[in-house]
């Protein structure tokens, strides 16, 4: 098949997904979804079941590989899907009147909502929001041992506001509303004072450097929930200690691959940067599919032509976990072209998640990455924007490299930290106290991936696989991509 007539085939397969797409968001049932953007964001190009095993292969301009008498011809079958506009699955909330009128719930004690006494001035305040009489529970007559109860949908929520049983307080009521405050704050363990240095997070062991710089303290600010700055040490101790139980074989390309190999692996994560820049993905969830691609294929021989359904299968199971309106299987289905019918697709997901056991929970590089930003950030002079723009493209590199799966994630997020700080201050060292405390990694520890990420930033320029360079060489990445990379680091950089 000719470059022009594949590229003109993957182009009209992305219009009728991109036309599909804006008509699900511009229709009243969906609002709020999230469009793909316009056809000129990414460049586009043809299904991938067009790849060869050669080892020795190089790339041209189409971006298949040559010669052209080794590539196997795509599947000719269209897929037969409704051109109707889709429906995004979404969960609906309960109310009262998608109830059903009975709901025969088996209890052996009657259990009465009390509401907490709060103390005002000395005394004790009424019950605030209690109900004394019951929810309107119907005895049911059919089971005389157990308690059978029907909920009355003649009560709503909006009516029991109404009630004079219930007592509101005023924000005007200074006491009552500080005493909650007190109570709320003493569960949560919030502080309502500056914490000190011995609140920063204990590690096992810690090498101090031989530095004048201080351990900044990330987690002092106690009273945004979303920050868990109680528990954040914990829960990336917990990501440290599981990402390897959930990271794929380093070899499976040579001992369990026979008709796959390294470079359509590339050619296929390249591809989905793409998707998922097309379709507004979140980060976590292009990690995820690669993630999920590379477990797979450490445990199960996968012929080339069923490799990208592997990808869009991988990628969709990805979308559910991470995205809030992940894109449909139809959709899955134009973006390859109708190379691969729906019930193809699903059976590839139901293979996978069954091979993976359900377990689709795992620690990506974009995990760690967050955590480590924000600890370099807290000590260096650059904008924040700019390293977290440059650490995010160097990480999104090491997906494509099939040789950087030797590295555990944290390690390479750490890496990624390390080297973009090179490049935004090639004159000051990149690590310091704060970053080593928080990653537990050492200058020496990160040598041979910084040595690795270097090489694959110094390379993106020639590389034949454009779609994260041309991702980051926009404005919004803050041109991360055309930063000017040093050919060299400073051996002394890795000392410790």
């Known amino acids: 098949m000719s470059t022009q007539n594949r590229r003109s085939s993957f182009s009209s397969s992305t ?30 190009r043809a299904p991938l079941s067009n790849l060869t095993n050669r080892n020795n292969v190089s790339y041209n301009g189409s971006r298949s590989l040559v010669p052209p008498s080794t590539l196997v011809p795509s599947s000719t079958k269209i897929a037969k899907v409704k051109k109707g506009t889709p429906a995004c699955i979404s969960s609906t ?50 089971k005389s041992d157990d308690v059978s109860v029907s909920l009355d949908e003649t009560m709503s929520t909006c009516d029991s506001y109404k009630s004079p049983e219930v007592e509101y307080i005023d924000n005007n009521d200074v006491p009552a509303v500080d005493s909650i405050n007190r109570k709320t704050f003493s569960n949560l363990y919030i502080s309502n004072h500056a914490e000190t240095k011995e609140n920063i997070c204990k590690r096992d062991v810690i090498v101090e450097m031989e530095t004048d710089d201080k351990i900044v303290d990330l987690d002092d600010n106690y009273m945004d929930p979303q920050m868990c700055a109680t528990i954040a040490c914990d829960i990336y101790m917990h ?44 980060p976590d969830t292009l990690y995820l599919t690669v993630n999920y691609i590379d477990r797979y294929l450490s445990g199960n021989v996968m012929n080339r032509q069923r490799l990208q359904l592997l990808g869009v299968a991988c990628m969709m199971i990805a ?18 072209d109708n190379t691969y019918f729906k019930e193809e697709v699903l059976q590839m997901e139901s293979a996978v998640l069954n091979f993976l056991k359900f377990e689709m929970t795992a620690p990506t590089t974009k995990c760690f990455l967050r955590r480590f930003v924000r600890a370099a950030q807290g000590v260096n002079e650059v904008q924040s924007m700019q390293l977290e723009c440059l ?23 750490a890496s990624a930290i390390f080297l973009a700080n090179f490049i935004l201050l090639p004159s ?28 694959l930033c110094c390379n993106s320029h020639s590389s034949s696989l454009p779609a994260i360079r041309d991702k980051y060489s926009q404005h919004k990445y803050k041109y991360a991509a055309k930063k000017h990379c040093p050919p060299l680091i400073p051996q002394e950089f890795f000392q410790n």
Request: net charge positive; aromatic share 6%.
């Open 319 to 336: 979308s559910k976990y991470e995205e809030i309106c992940a894109p449909q299987v139809e959709e899955f289905c134009y973006i390859t």
């Open 428 to 455: 000051k060292r990149p690590w310091n106290s704060t970053l080593q405390h928080y990653t537990h990694y050492q200058p020496q520890d990160l040598y041979d991936c910084v040595k690795d990420l270097h090489r």
């Open 15 to 44: 219009s009728s997904s991109l036309a599909k797409r804006h008509a699900s968001s511009s229709s009243s049932e969906n609002i709020g979804k999230v469009s793909a953007g316009p056809p000129h964001m990414a460049k586009k």
């Open 93 to 142: 909330g309960s109310s009262g009147n998608n109830l059903p009128t009975s709901l025969n719930v088996k209890t052996s004690t009657v259990v009465s909502c009390k509401a907490a006494s709060l103390p005002r001035n000395g005394e004790t305040v009424s019950r605030i929001a209690a109900i004394s009489a019951p929810c309107s529970m119907d005895m049911s007559p059919s």
């Open 239 to 282: 990501l440290r200690a599981s990402e390897a139980k959930k990271r794929p074989s380093t070899d499976f390309m040579e001992k369990v691959q026979k008709d796959v190999n390294a470079s359509m692996r590339a050619i296929l994560i390249d591809w989905l940067v793409e998707v998922a820049e097309e379709y507004r993905l979140v």
């Open 391 to 413: 650490a995010n493209y160097l990480a999104e590199l090491s997906l494509l490299e099939y040789s950087m799966l030797c590295y555990a994630p944290s390690l390479i997020a």
